[in-house]
Nanobody, 128 residues
């Protein structure tokens, strides 16, 4: 079992940048492809970005592709971290942001139903 923990969410102003982090306990993240999603009140959970186990394949949703990037650091000293770098933030980016992982060995995916491990989320609020 793997427990995911997101961090880095906070209140920012429109145009700011922010980096979210995802770490894991229970099992090293390098075993897993990883994804980032977000969910705003009253809306479905939305795919943002995904990466394969070593970060050499990434996919970013068209809606945010020029502003968001995903990366990961599988080095032992960082305890395996997956990042979501966000820039030029807009009020409509306000949401609860989640990192997630499919079962070990499964590929990165844009489909929320392919993910079985989820963090509790970190809140990002963008003021205008």
């Amino acid at each position: 079992q793997v427990q995911l923990v997101e961090s880095g969410g906070r209140l920012v102003q429109a145009g700011d940048s922010l980096r979210l982090s995802c770490t894991a306990s229970g099992r090293a993240l390098y075993s897993f492809a990883m994804g980032w999603f977000r969910q705003a009140p009253g809306k479905d959970r939305e795919f943002l970005a995904a990466t394969n186990w070593n970060g050499d394949i990434t996919r970013v949703a068209d809606a945010v592709k020029w502003r968001f990037t995903i990366s990961r650091d599988n080095s032992e000293n960082t305890k395996n971290v997956v990042y979501l770098q966000m820039s030029s933030l807009k009020p409509e980016d306000t949401a609860l942001y989640y990192c997630a992982a499919p079962s070990a060995g499964r590929p990165a995916s844009f489909n929320v139903h392919d993910y079985v491990h989820w963090g509790q989320g970190t809140q990002v609020t963008v003021s205008s």
